[in-house]
Structures are given as structure tokens and as C-alpha cells.
């Protein structure tokens, strides 16, 4: 045996490598205590030592890495509770100053894998929709969503798919910048792309504050959401009976022709409101009764409508606005009838809500800038 | 975290001489341990403490020197033995070149247990579990190894004399 082993030392004779342990470390995305203070050096001595105490606390013996805090950040439960607040945001616009205050919307979120899904949406903390989704019946989408956040997220950082990118800001605050998920996928000619879901956490508490998606590198607009609070409740835990009823709001019939002004007056019972034969260049194209006798509606479509390519080229998809107008605040949901404001237009979504006249009026654009100026151009349609 | 930082700064040199054996190339050994212990920081929550840590990540770096081995392709130091090695006496053998070339005449799995056996010292359990194989197979692997490397050695002696 001895011979043996004698011959394979003369084959493969021990050598004395040492190795590059904080390659690995690096390699592994675990950020360590000398790969942080390096890039800290520009900011400051004084501030880097600050935030080195804080994040490292050396005092309290080994530090745990990014990873390893953020996952002690995060409960066990398996019901998630969280509050997001989406990209897309509104605003109340003062007519005439034009003082904006920002209004967000924001998805109060239940899910459990064995139970289904709630979704509340608010938008300036009004509830526009309360849905639910027993867990046979949810859409795909949804399901990925918040299996992520309820699980993904979790298992990504204990098995050690969860990789640290980086460091950064967001909403003023240092966060950490973690990949919990990756894909590569190949559009059909071949091109390779990488999609990522990223999520940063407080460089001060490791919880998790803001959600998003980055392909090729990039943030995709208006794919992230500000987590405002999350939490992982035990599994009999949790609000899953919906409170309200929804009444889905959107739409706007438009039919064809023009009907005289006195008609649609008659309609509303009071002079409607216009923006003139032409707005900012673009024609009044139709006008008409929308709604019923008992809760009457006046439209207008200012635009081509028959654009498409046949009677006037290339339809300018920029330019038009639709006005819905009623004396019946009934018309509407009550999520929307909290969006009329004297004196204000509210906007969200490409929507304005204005009060006039003693009417309620919806105008619908492409922008804000032009649901403003529709906003602030609305007048007594002459006779 | 630390666990793994003492294991591999003590034992670096014995994951590498058993991947350098495996895969006959110092940076691709090198890499293998690398990617061994990459792969061991990013997963060690899910090490469950049913073995010996040192087991675990061994078979981590036997996994990665495989891989480095098929990744080679062509370039790998391990060509398909002849299957007469052994009769094959009239090549002029040097060094550890004979050993080498017996070494290569056997199966992977019994090449990979004497590595494990000489080179990293270990027991019959931790060569089954960096194996994947049953304890009880560790024993006889080692003993088709000894005996078909006896007989190669033997048979170049032969030559020799």
C-alpha cells in the first residue's frame, strides 16, 4: 500500500497554493467588510467610519453579510402582507395656479399560496378596486408576482440565488441592490437579453423598500414599486374578504355625427361645456348622447377619427381629447365621484376629473399637459 | 461563512492537488476550486449538518473538476486509456508517467475514490458522500483500484526488467 501511495505522490507531488479566499467571497456576490470600505473612501473619512460602524457593527462580533442581514429582515410566515406604491402616479393640479400636489396609487397586497389573493387599489388613498382571487383562478402574471415577493424573495437570499449588485440611493435613502431573480432569453433572431428582478434594501434596517425589473441592465419605466410596508404573517393570518363593491369605470362611447347644441342641453339639463370647434388645432369630430335618461351623459371627441390610414393618412395618436360630461354625480363609481374637486382638475392615468357648471366632466388625453389645458379651456357651449 | 473560510484556507492545497489529479491542468484545478467554493458560500444555508462540512464542499469540487474535465473536451489530460494498457509494456514510461498512465486506464469513479483515499486522507464516509455513492461501495472501489493498479505497476515492472 505504502507503494503505492508512493507513486502517487510522484505523481501529483503536494504543492503549497494558498488559494484567494476573498475572490471567492467576491465571486459568491458576498460583500465584505474591505470590499465596502474601498469604495467609500471619496465620500468622506469621517461619514465612511459612520456608515461602517452602523453597517458592520464590529462591535457585536463577526459581521454578517448583506445578504445574511437582509434575510433576518425577513419573516417566516407564509402570508404576505405588503403595500406597494406603483410608478405611475397622479396628481391634483390647482386650475388656476397650476400648483400640483402628486397623488399616487398603491396595491394593498394579501397572498397566500393556499387561500388566494386580495388586491386592494388605492389611488390618493381612495379604493378604487377590491378584487379577489381564490387560488385556482389567478392570473399567471399576479401569481409570479407575489409568489415572488411572498417566497421568492426569501428563498432567493437562503439558498444563495440572491446576489448582491451593488449600492446606491433611492428615494434618499442608501440602499443595497439584490438580484433575487435572472433569465436569459434570445428574441427569435438570436439576440440574448437578461431580465432581472432586482430589490433594494435599506443600507440601515435590510428590509426590503423597492421592487423593480432591469432588462439588459436597464430599469424598465414605471416597472418599480415602493414597497411602503411588507410583511410575512402566519398562515392563518391575513384580510381576505373584499370590502367593496367595484364598479369599473372607463370607456368613453363615442358615436358618429354631430348633434345641435340645444339638443345635447336638453340632455343635460343645463348648457353643456366645450372646448370650442377646435382645440389647440384639433376639430370637434363628434358629439353625442352617452348614458340614459335617468343618469345623462354628453360626449365629445375632438381628433380624426377615421384617420386610420384611409381618408387623412397616418392617425396623430397625440392629439385628442374626449370630454364626458353629466349633471349625475351618480354616474360614476364612488372612487371616481371622490376625484371631483372645484376649483381643481385631478389626473390619473390619462384621465381628468373637473367639476364646472354643475357639471362633472371626464377628459380623457395623451398627456397631462393637455388634459391641463382642456382643463383650464372648458366653456358654455354657445347655442 | 467562517466555517467555510477556515476549511479553505487550511486545505486549499489538498482541493487542489485532488483537482489538479482529476482534471491534469493547474489553472483548471485551480478554477474548479474556485467554483467549489463560490458554490458553497452562495448555497451554506443549505448544508444541513447531515455530514461533515469538508465532505459537502468536497463533493462540490469533485462535481467542478468533472465539469472542468468535460468542459476540456479534447484538451483534457486524461485520454481514454488504451484498453491493453497493460499489455502494453514496450512504451518507454518515466517518472510518475507510468503510474499516471495506469492511473488513467481506471474507471473514473475508482480514480476519483483514490484521490480522495491518498491525496485528501479521507475516510471511507466522506469518500462516499464527495462521491455519492454508499459507504459500502467505497470499499470495494478502492479495492478494484489497488488491484488493477497492482497489476499495472507489476506488468511495467515486467517491462522494466
Redesign the interface.
Known amino acids: ?1 505504502q ?3 508512493d ?6 507531488p ?8 476573498d ?3 467576491r ?4 460583500f465584505r467588510r474591505g470590499a465596502l470600505v474601498r469604495p467609500l473612501a471619496g465620500v468622506g473619512l469621517a461619514a465612511a467610519v459612520v456608515f461602517a460602524l452602523v453597517l458592520f457593527q464590529p462591535w457585536a462580533g ?1 459581521s454578517p ?1 448583506v445578504l445574511e442581514r437582509a434575510l433576518a429582515a425577513v419573516d417566516d410566515g407564509p402570508v404576505l402582507h405588503v403595500v406597494l406604491r406603483d410608478e405611475a402616479e397622479g396628481a391634483v393640479i390647482d386650475l388656476a395656479t397650476g400648483d400640483r400636489t402628486r397623488l399616487y396609487r398603491e396595491r394593498e397586497i394579501w397572498f397566500d399560496q393556499a387561500r388566494g389573493l386580495r388586491e386592494v387599489t388605492r389611488f390618493g388613498g381612495v379604493v378604487q378596486r377590491d378584487i379577489f382571487y381564490p387560488p385556482d383562478r389567478l392570473p399567471d402574471d399576479l401569481f409570479k408576482t407575489y409568489s415572488g415577493l411572498a417566497s421568492g424573495y426569501r428563498e432567493a437570499l ?4 440572491a446576489r448582491v449588485l451593488g449600492q446606491g440611493e433611492i428615494y434618499g435613502v442608501p440602499v443595497h441592490w439584490i438580484q433575487t431573480e435572472r433569465y436569459v432569453v434570445f428574441d427569435p433572431d438570436g439576440t440574448r437579453h437578461v431580465w432581472q428582478r432586482v430589490v433594494a434594501v435599506s443600507a440601515e434596517t435590510f428590509e426590503p423598500i423597492y421592487v423593480d425589473e432591469k432588462a439588459d441592465g436597464e430599469f424598465g419605466p414605471q416597472t418599480g414599486a415602493r414597497i411602503r410596508s411588507v410583511e410575512w404573517l402566519p398562515a392563518d393570518k391575513g384580510d381576505f374578504r373584499v370590502h367593496g363593491a367595484n364598479r369599473p369605470f372607463g370607456g368613453f362611447e363615442i358615436r358618429n355625427g354631430r348633434k345641435a347644441p340645444d339638443e345635447l342641453a336638453a340632455l343635460l339639463g343645463r348648457t353643456p361645456l366645450w372646448l370650442g370647434e377646435t382645440f389647440q388645432g384639433i376639430p370637434l369630430e363628434a358629439s353625442g348622447s352617452a348614458g340614459s335618461s335617468a343618469a345623462p351623459e354628453v360626449s365629445m371627441f375632438y381628433g380624426s377619427r377615421f384617420s386610420h390610414g384611409r381618408e387623412r393618412g397616418a392617425p396623430d395618436l397625440r392629439r385628442f381629447v374626449v370630454l364626458k360630461q353629466t349633471p349625475d354625480l351618480a354616474v360614476f363609481p364612488e372612487y371616481v365621484a371622490e376625484f371631483f374637486r372645484p376649483g381643481f382638475v385631478v389626473v390619473l392615468e390619462r384621465q381628468g376629473f373637473v367639476q364646472k357648471n354643475g357639471l362633472y366632466v371626464v377628459i380623457a388625453a395623451r398627456t397631462e399637459e393637455l388634459i391641463l389645458a382642456a382643463a383650464r379651456a372648458l366653456e358654455p357651449m354657445p347655442d | ?2 466555517e467555510l ?1 477556515a476549511l ?2 487550511e486545505r ?2 489538498v482541493f ?2 485532488v483537482a ?2 482529476t482534471v491534469r491542468d493547474d489553472g483548471a484545478a ?1 478554477d474548479a ?2 467554483d467549489a ?3 458553497a ?6 448544508f444541513r449538518g447531515d455530514g461533515t462540512l469538508e465532505a459537502w464542499v468536497w463533493r462540490m469540487v469533485v462535481n467542478a473538476a468533472r465539469k472542468r474535465l468535460a468542459s476540456a473536451d479534447g484538451r483534457g489530460v486524461f485520454p481514454e486509456a488504451p484498453n491493453d494498457l497493460a499489455t502494453d509494456c514496450c512504451k518507454e514510461e518515466e ?2 508517467d507510468e ?2 498512465a495506469a ?1 488513467a486506464a481506471l474507471p473514473e469513479r475508482q480514480r476519483l475514490a ?2 480522495l483515499r ?2 485528501a486522507d479521507l475516510d471511507y464516509a466522506a469518500i462516499a458522500a464527495a462521491l455519492g455513492v454508499a459507504e459500502g461501495t467505497v470499499g470495494a472501489t478502492l479495492n478494484a483500484a ?1 488491484a488493477a ?2 497489476e499495472s ?1 507489476k506488468e511495467a515492472e515486467r517491462c522494466r526488467s
Open positions: 500500500m507503494e503505492l501511495k507513486a502517487l505522490d510522484r505523481m501529483e503536494e504543492q503549497g497554493a494558498r488559494g484567494d479566499w475572490a471567492v467571497v465571486d459568491a456576490g458576498v463577526e453579510t437562503k439558498n444563495g440565488d | 461563512l467562517a473560510e479553505y484556507r486549499y492545497p487542489l492537488r489538479r489529479a485551480a476550486v474556485h467554493f463560490v458554490q458560500v452562495r448555497n451554506r444555508r443549505s517518472g510518475g503510474v499516471r492511473v483514490l484521490f491518498y491525496y489497488h493498479l497492482r505497476l
